[in-house]
């Protein structure tokens, strides 16, 4: 069976099984439009108080929050499902059931959980764009959006490869959950600003873990058209860690056990 | 009394085991709280104070709520869902002390351990800050006392919305909607005189406010004494409210409960 074919029966799978707990659905779906809704809520009691932060203004900042937002919920429809469930899979020896399947583990178990309905969250973000757009003159570089999307996917990428770097160390260590908490607390942070940083923190956040860019640089495209330094970064480190991501895979799965199967 | 302290003892015991872990935990809530800070220095580049908070006041405030978040926040609800879905409730029933009481020693053991760990690195920056912090006054007292209150509170609060778990097979939808609500209306992101009028006055009578930031600003001097006398009265009574709360709904949910999964 073709990739194509069996991620296409996973998302089937996915879909079926995700109505069967509607409830559920829509009740995650309603917490991510007020987790925006509270975003929103925040920037705008800061803004109500200061004119500009690290020059963003309001409207900049709000859109940075759609673009952190829509990069996270990228991630969490097609790989976060899967990747959360590693630990447990590797920890009651539930992973002989990808090593035994005629495709690849790592990607097997990456794309387990795809959830497409988990899109419609995007619905909300984009309708405020949209209004920002309309209502407060922000002004976009929409012909740039094929060349954002691109670079979006790229910040995905990233939160991809932190993700599964932190669980697969599960083959090594029993507890895994407070670190795959840290990475996505840490990753969580893309909506401030890159000019907030200096220093340290400055190196810290592009380039040791580029936080700073999984959001702002396709926002600055938006906003500005450029940015392409950022962009090649972005781009540079999200190769880098699917290949390291890859190695660690290969090389740490050896040590699964199946200890408890 | 002895199992609890014994349980006390064990938790204690195995979050030592898991080191990493645990150190992983504190920095789960110190990330977010240290680019809230690099967010707020930049926007205090440009006036000299927000909503009545100078620069250090509003950076010992969120060093007081790194402090005291992993104490306060509602996380006893995890333990109890989770007893209750897999069965290992039953368990516990059948031993000769109360499932509260021991949730409570686990409550204890764990806020213990978080206060420790958070401290080695608060504690320092905080005295280097603003050492007005550690003398002894009438509102480090007050605070130490709306700190164990707010304890109660939280403790009182999470596990009644574990025991929903009686109802309802799976919790973990209502259980992210808490993580996302409480640390905003608790006052862990914004203090409380950020927030507009009507959403102020809402808070102030709700108890998520007694849970966090109300023992924050105590602690921080910034409530004079006899609002905090009123605070203290305030969260008394939101702890008998919680207390009544959660012994309803452990009676109801025990006569429900079907040992599902044991």
């Given at each position: 069976?073709?990739?194509?074919?069996?991620?296409?029966?996973?998302?089937?799978?996915?879909?079926?099984?995700?109505?069967?707990?509607?409830?559920?659905?829509?009740?995650?779906?309603?917490?991510?439009?007020?987790?925006y809704?509270?975003l929103i809520?925040?920037?705008?009691?800061?803004?109500?108080?200061?004119?500009?932060?690290?020059?963003?203004?309001?409207?900049?900042?709000q859109l940075l929050g759609v673009v952190s937002q829509s990069?996270?919920?990228?991630?969490?429809?097609?790989?976060?499902?899967?990747?959360?469930?590693?630990?447990?899979?590797?920890?009651?020896?539930?992973?002989?059931?990808?090593?035994?399947?005629?495709?690849?583990?790592?990607?097997?178990?990456?794309?387990?959980?795809?959830?497409?309905?988990?899109?419609?969250?995007l619905?909300g973000p984009l309708?405020w764009v949209?209004?920002l757009?309309?209502?407060?003159?922000?002004?976009?570089?929409?012909?740039?959006?094929?060349?954002?999307?691109?670079?979006?996917?790229?910040?995905?990428?990233?939160?991809?490869?932190?993700?599964?770097?932190?669980?697969?160390?599960?083959?090594?260590?029993?507890?895994?959950?407070?670190?795959?908490?840290?990475?996505?607390?840490?990753?969580?942070?893309?909506h401030?600003?890159?000019?907030?940083?200096?220093?340290?923190?400055?190196?810290?956040?592009?380039?040791?873990?580029?936080?700073?860019?999984?959001a702002?640089?396709?926002t600055?495209?938006?906003?500005?058209?450029?940015?392409?330094?950022?962009?090649?970064?972005?781009?540079?480190?999200?190769?880098?860690?699917?290949?390291?991501?890859?190695?660690?895979?290969?090389?740490?799965?050896?040590?699964?056990?199946?200890?408890?199967? | 009394?002895?199992?609890?302290?014994?349980?006390?003892?064990?938790?204690?015991?195995?979050?030592?085991?898991?080191?990493?872990?645990?150190?992983?935990?504190?920095?789960?809530?110190?990330?977010?709280?240290?680019?809230?800070?690099?967010?707020?220095?930049?926007?205090?580049?440009?006036?000299?104070?927000?909503?009545?908070?100078?620069?250090?006041?509003?950076?010992?405030?969120?060093?007081?709520?790194?402090?005291?978040?992993?104490?306060?926040?509602?996380?006893?609800?995890?333990?109890?869902?989770?007893?209750?879905?897999?069965?290992?409730?039953?368990?516990?029933?059948?031993?000769?002390?109360?499932?509260?009481?021991?949730?409570?020693?686990?409550?204890?053991?764990?806020?213990?351990?978080?206060?420790?760990?958070?401290?080695?690195?608060?504690?320092?920056?905080?005295?280097?800050?603003?050492?007005?912090?550690?003398?002894?006054?009438?509102?480090?007292?007050?605070?130490?006392?709306?700190?164990?209150?707010?304890?109660?509170?939280?403790?009182?609060?999470?596990?009644?919305?574990?025991?929903?778990?009686?109802?309802?097979?799976?919790?973990?939808?209502?259980?992210?909607?808490?993580?996302?609500?409480?640390?905003?209306?608790?006052?862990?992101?914004?203090?409380?005189?950020?927030?507009?009028?009507?959403?102020?006055?809402?808070?102030?009578?709700?108890?998520?406010?007694?849970?966090?930031?109300?023992?924050?600003?105590?602690?921080?001097?910034?409530?004079?004494?006899?609002?905090?006398?009123?605070?203290?009265?305030?969260?008394?009574?939101?702890?008998?409210?919680?207390?009544?709360?959660?012994?309803?709904?452990?009676?109801?949910?025990?006569?429900?409960?079907?040992?599902?999964?044991?």
């Amino acid at each position: 069976m073709s990739y194509r074919k069996a991620i296409s029966r996973l998302i089937n799978l996915s879909v079926r099984q995700t109505f069967e707990h509607r409830s559920n659905l829509y009740l995650n779906l309603t917490l991510q439009v007020i987790n925006y809704g509270f975003l929103i809520l925040f920037i705008e009691i800061i803004f109500s108080r200061v004119n500009t932060v690290a020059g963003w203004s309001v409207d900049e900042m709000q859109l940075l929050g759609v673009v952190s937002q829509s990069s996270a919920v990228l991630y969490s429809v097609f790989f976060s499902g899967g990747i959360s469930r590693l630990q447990e899979s590797v920890r009651t020896g539930g992973f002989d059931y990808f090593l035994l399947k005629p495709l690849d583990a790592q990607v097997h178990c990456s794309v387990s959980r795809i959830n497409p309905l988990g899109l419609i969250a995007l619905i909300g973000p984009l309708i405020w764009v949209a209004f920002l757009v309309s209502q407060r003159n922000l002004h976009l570089s929409l012909p740039l959006i094929p060349v954002v999307f691109f670079i979006l996917c790229l910040g995905v990428v990233i939160r991809y490869s932190f993700g599964l770097g932190t669980a697969v160390l599960s083959f090594l260590l029993t507890k895994v959950s407070a670190l795959q908490s840290l990475q996505s607390a840490l990753l969580n942070q893309s909506h401030f600003p890159i000019s907030m940083y200096s220093g340290w923190m400055r190196t810290f956040a592009i380039y040791m873990v580029p936080v700073a860019l999984i959001a702002n640089s396709p926002t600055l495209i938006l906003l500005e058209g450029g940015t392409g330094y950022y962009s090649i970064i972005l781009l540079l480190y999200s190769v880098l860690s699917v290949v390291f991501t890859r190695y660690l895979y290969t090389t740490l799965v050896k040590k699964y056990t199946s200890a408890s199967s | 009394m002895k199992a609890e302290i014994q349980t006390f003892k064990n938790v204690i015991r195995e979050t030592a085991i898991y080191r990493s872990n645990t150190v992983a935990s504190f920095l789960v809530i110190l990330v977010p709280i240290l680019f809230l800070l690099v967010f707020w220095n930049s926007a205090f580049d440009t006036v000299e104070s927000i909503g009545g908070y100078s620069r250090n006041q509003l950076f010992a405030y969120y060093l007081l709520v790194v402090f005291l978040q992993d104490v306060l926040l509602i996380r006893v609800n995890y333990e109890i869902s989770g007893d209750v879905r897999s069965g290992r409730l039953s368990s516990y029933l059948l031993r000769p002390f109360g499932y509260i009481r021991h949730c409570f020693s686990v409550f204890m053991a764990v806020s213990s351990n978080a206060l420790l760990y958070t401290g080695f690195i608060v504690i320092p920056i905080l005295a280097l800050m603003s050492p007005e912090f550690f003398r002894l006054t009438p509102a480090l007292c007050i605070g130490a006392l709306s700190l164990l209150l707010a304890s109660l509170i939280s403790f009182c609060f999470g596990s009644c919305f574990g025991c929903i778990s009686f109802w309802f097979e799976d919790i973990s939808s209502l259980q992210t909607g808490l993580g996302i609500f409480v640390p905003i209306l608790s006052g862990a992101f914004l203090p409380m005189s950020f927030f507009p009028g009507w959403l102020k006055g809402l808070l102030e009578v709700l108890p998520f406010r007694y849970s966090l930031s109300f023992p924050v600003e105590v602690l921080s001097g910034r409530i004079d004494t006899f609002a905090s006398l009123n605070g203290l009265i305030i969260q008394v009574f939101w702890v008998i409210v919680g207390a009544i709360l959660l012994m309803f709904t452990w009676s109801k949910g025990k006569r429900v409960y079907t040992a599902y999964g044991s």
